[in-house]
């Protein structure tokens, strides 16, 4: 056995696995938690591919900054355990749950018949550089500046759109 | 012999680790007393040495005491947490430079990965969920107050921690701490080349480790004892162990970062056999790491408490922009000078 399979293997059933019982949690607290152990998952499957920078900042955005919030507003406003839903089927339901299955076939017949033979590609030398943060630096401000700098841009007119909202409460 | 030389330096960095948490606590006691004027700890042992291990192994054997309107699970899990938070990063940190053992070349560091740095930074972040889990698991309004004041503080002062980092990266072209340390040869430490980040760094650090001024999340006058209110026997003594293990980190890193590592102006240039070099940079290593962790503790004795809103204002109003402040610094340096 390949020591990566082995890898990939718990990692893949730790990522499912806390991502199942994420949903199925009643406490929020415990479903935050679950998301940051799914989120470390993640981040092994990343170091996997050979990608340590995305996987580091992986756990240092989502698991270590925006999670903390999370579990902070949830201690903050000392959410109750969620109530079972009561209401009855009613045609969102029912529309929901079929264009669910819908997806989820569509995902299925896609991996399984039309990207079978894809799957097992061989990685080439340079797939073992490409997740170094040189390359993804180089990637980001060559290749990609102007995406990029569009989403810093966006990220910054969501902050003043916040702090503006938040101002207006209170006054 | 590929699996041993590993193991061999995870268990010489842990025990290195937890002897010196030990002494920490009696050098602490003792530099308190020294700076009140008091006499401190002289009873157990010749000059009172023995008083860390007494404690120590009073804390195994109190009971352990579980609230029972406490989350059970999560009150167990948090101190483990911190612990196991602030233990993995040592992995990252390098003690000195390349020796030579029985033929083999060994680095003085558990793992030397391509984006240390951000390994350290990533792991700080994680330690906060033991914080403010146990305060929260705790259920009780002193220890929720306090988790929450740990998480509040924490992302405040990561930012400016991040952003200071980034200008010794600049400088020195890479995430790998050896890189970051070999940058920093003769008179060229970080400290000198860029003060203002030097500062910023320094008091981003005291806040990341919950020392005073910035141990609001404890804060035994308003909270009890914040965070651990509820916690007793070993479980206290994990995150007693915890924080002491991270001020030690955060020493490292000062020294890394901006202290040239192992790197000493005149002793540098100086011609010494070879074997002997190893040894003298390890000691000039722990030198300024011994220096930081006294530095530490001179700090908490000598400088009261922030409040909860000085300590937001400070870290919001102040250090952020002068962590840029320093960014443009280092930018402007390498733009115009080349360094």
Redesign the interface.
């Known amino acids: 056995m390949n020591i990566e399979i082995v890898a990939f293997a718990i990692l893949a059933t730790i990522g499912i696995a806390s991502a199942i019982l994420l949903v199925l949690q009643k406490n929020p607290?415990y479903s935050a938690?679950l998301l940051?152990l799914h989120f470390m998952a993640l981040a092994g499957l990343y170091l996997l591919l050979n990608a340590?920078?995305i996987a580091?900042?992986q756990?240092?955005v989502y698991?270590?900054?925006i999670m903390?919030?999370f579990?902070?507003v949830i201690?903050?406003l000392n959410l109750q355990n969620e109530q079972a839903l009561v209401d009855n089927f009613n045609i969102r339901k029912i529309v929901s749950f079929i264009l669910g299955v819908v997806l989820f076939l569509q995902f299925a017949v896609f991996f399984l018949v039309k990207a079978k033979n894809d799957i097992d590609i061989k990685k080439s030398p340079d797939s073992i550089d490409a997740g170094?943060?040189q390359n993804i630096g180089e990637a980001l401000f060559t290749t990609y500046l102007i995406p990029f700098e569009i989403a810093s841009f966006l990220l910054l007119v969501a902050i003043i759109g916040s702090i503006f909202l938040a101002k207006r409460k209170i006054e | 012999m590929v699996v041993l030389i590993p193991l061999a330096k995870i268990a010489i960095a842990i025990s290195i680790l937890l002897f010196i948490v030990t002494y920490l606590v009696y050098f602490e006691r003792k530099i308190s007393a020294w700076i009140q004027d008091r006499i401190g700890p002289n009873r157990v042992g010749p000059y009172g040495l023995l008083q860390s291990p007494a404690d120590v192994l009073k804390l195994f054997f109190k009971e352990d005491i579980v609230p029972s309107a406490a989350t059970k699970f999560v009150h167990s899990l948090a101190p483990v947490i911190s612990l196991t938070v602030a233990m993995s990063t040592y992995a990252v940190i390098p003690f000195g430079p390349d020796i030579e053992i029985f033929g083999q070349k060994v680095r003085l560091i558990v793992a030397d990965v391509d984006v240390g740095i951000l390994f350290i930074l990533a792991f700080a972040s994680i330690g906060v969920y033991g914080l403010t889990l146990s305060g929260w698991a705790s259920n009780n309004k002193y220890s929720l107050l306090g988790g929450l004041r740990s998480s509040a503080q924490m992302i405040s002062y990561e930012l400016s921690m991040g952003i200071s980092v980034v200008g010794v990266l600049i400088l020195a072209g890479s995430l790998r701490i050896y890189d970051i340390i070999n940058s920093q040869q003769g008179w060229m430490w970080n400290a000198f080349i860029q003060p203002i980040g030097f500062i910023t760094f320094v008091v981003a650090a005291f806040a990341e480790t919950n020392r005073l001024p910035f141990d609001l999340p404890e804060a035994e006058p308003e909270l009890v004892g914040g965070y651990h209110t509820e916690y007793s026997s070993l479980k206290f003594a994990m995150f007693f162990l915890a924080e002491y293990a991270n001020m030690i980190i955060a020493s490292c890193l000062i020294t890394t970062l901006y202290l040239g590592g192992w790197h000493l102006p005149f002793i540098d240039s100086a011609t010494l056999s070879y074997g002997l070099m190893p040894l003298i940079s390890v000691m000039i290593f722990v030198a300024k790491v011994l220096f930081l962790l006294f530095f530490f503790i001179w700090v908490r004795w000598s400088i009261p408490r922030f409040r909860y809103d000085q300590l937001m204002n400070l870290g919001w109003k102040v250090m952020l922009p002068l962590s840029l402040l320093n960014l443009m610094w280092v930018a402007l340096l390498v733009y115009f000078f080349k360094i």
């Open positions: 607290v938690l940051i340590q920078f580091v900042l756990i240092l698991a270590g900054a903390v919030l579990v902070f201690m903050l170094s943060i």
